[in-house]
Each structure stands twice: as C-alpha cells, then as structure tokens.
C-alpha cells in the first residue's frame, strides 16, 4: 500500500483506509469478522522466568487485499486523523480480552497499550480510559499505557499531566523504543515512567565496548529513577546473556516469543522461559 503523497499513491488509498477503519471498529466484541487483529507479543520476566506480561499489537485482515502490518495502516490512520480513535478501539478490546481471561480463570498480569502522544494529549484521556477499565471489571494495574515515540510537537505540559492522572488511577506508564525517537531529558524526568522499553537500535550497538558501557549506563540511569527496564529485539544468545547481566528486568524478542494472536497466548506461556541463574 502507498499512502496518499507517496510516489504512486492517491486519494483512493485513504479512501480504502477510511471505509475498513469503520467497518473494523464497529464489529468491537461482536460476531462480525474482526478486520483489526488483536495480537500479543509476551514478554519474559527474568527475575522469575515467566511471561505473564506482554504488548498489544495489531494487524489488519482485509478479505481482498490480505494482511497489512500496522507499519503501513497506522500512519495512514494518524493521516485521516483517527489515530486516536484507534487507540481506544485496541485498548477496548485488551480489556475485554483481560475481562474474558479472568473469567476463564486465565492469568496475565499486565499488557501494554500502544498511545500516541497525541492520544494521551487529549483533555479528559485519564477520565475515559479509567471509565472503559471499569466497565469492564478490570483493574487499572493490569493495563499499561505505553507511549510512543512519535509526536514532537506535542503538548509536553497536558501530556504530563495526563500521565499524572493516569498514574494515580493505577495505570502502568510505559515508554516505549527509548533510543529511537523523541524522547527528551524533561521527559525522562517528568513523566511519571514505571516502564522504560530500551529500543532494539541500542542493543545493536552492543557489539563494540561503547555500545555496551552506553547500554549499561541506560539501564542502571533508569533504574535508580525508579523504573523497571525492558530490553526489546532480542534475538539472540548472545543477547540474552547480556542484557540480563546488565541488569534489564524484562526481555522482549523472537528469541522467546513472536507476536501471536490473542486466542493463542495461554498456549505458549504455561511453562517457566528460559529462567536461568
């Protein structure tokens, strides 16, 4: 697909993007054919060996034009200006999915939702996505609100304090790909981070002695501020091995688990991964 201004690309596209937003949000919790997705990629804890916590990701399934990655329709969406409507159509069906795993008895501690900055810029976020976890009977803890890297222009100030408020109800703030994008010190500083998710680009540079001393410095600066650290784009053995004794919490990766459909997680995180000494 090429998004309108591309090289190739016309009115037509958004037109498309538009019309299978629609249909895709109003078959929420329903027995229509879900046109978005809903997959989670676990993550490990490596202090314990499970994977009780993950990240919501999302694909879209269109019946004439196939499986298109969220790389492609999610820019497309922030383009007709319904990127944050697409927030809070995935966070709705995370809950309802946590709901249902609950009832079945199911445990999974926390997944992680993917924000824009501008989503979470909005006036009254807080007070609506706390109304969305209640209805559904899910505690707040079990949802974490991730941002995003994206977004500069962004209301620095109302973001922060909507990360405040979020916080306070008991949402899990999280910042996602650190090392790839916007971030700034402020931010580090004045978001109320429980999370931080280092970015696959970091872990990369590990193979030079500056990479490793940058990698390490990055981790022990987060967690003396008091956040836990997620290594994501782990790959690898070698991988493993350092990330864990550069003292990351928490391990994301193909190594341990691709991204799979939400129906399919309990399938795949019973047995303790990959806990070593």
């Known amino acids: 697909f090429l998004l309108s201004g591309e090289q190739g690309g016309n009115g037509n596209n958004m037109g498309f993007f538009r019309e299978i937003f629609a249909a895709g949000s109003h078959s929420e919790v329903s027995g229509e054919q879900e046109l978005f997705s809903l997959l989670i990629q ?3 804890d490596f202090r314990t060996g499970c994977a009780f916590t993950g990240e919501a990701l999302s694909r879209l399934n269109h019946p004439e034009r196939g499986t298109v990655s969220a790389d492609v329709f999610i820019p497309a969406l922030d383009i007709l200006g319904l ?3 697409f927030d809070r159509h995935i966070f709705q069906k995370c809950c309802h999915w946590l709901h249902r795993s609950e009832m079945e008895g199911q445990r ?3 997944i992680a939702c993917n924000f824009s900055r501008k989503t979470l810029s909005q006036t009254g976020i807080a007070r609506e996505l706390t109304r969305i976890v209640d209805s559904y009977g899910v505690p707040c803890h079990k949802l974490g609100i991730e941002i995003t890297e994206q977004d500069p222009e962004t209301d620095r100030h109302r973001l922060t304090e909507n990360l405040r408020q979020l916080k306070a109800a008991g949402f899990r703030i999280i910042l996602d ?4 994008g ?3 010190e402020h931010d580090l500083y004045n978001f109320p981070l429980d999370i ?3 970015d696959r680009s970091l872990l990369l540079k590990t193979g030079t002695e500056k990479g490793r ?3 390490r410095r990055l981790v022990e600066t987060f967690t003396r501020l008091g956040a836990e650290v997620v290594c994501e784009g782990i790959e690898t053995e070698d ?3 350092f990330v864990r004794e550069a003292g990351c919490h928490y391990g994301q990766g193909y190594l341990y688990f691709r991204s799979v459909s939400h129906d399919r997680v309990f399938e795949l995180i019973r047995p303790p991964i990959r806990n070593e000494a």
């Open 213 to 215: 001393a940058e990698f």
């Open 83 to 85: 990127g944050a409507r």
């Open 196 to 198: 931080v998710k280092l």
């Open 108 to 110: 999974f501690d926390r």
């Open 42 to 44: 676990p993550a490990v």
């Open 177 to 180: 790909d650190y090392g790839s």
């Open 182 to 184: 916007v971030t700034s």
């Open 239 to 241: 991988h493993d091995r």
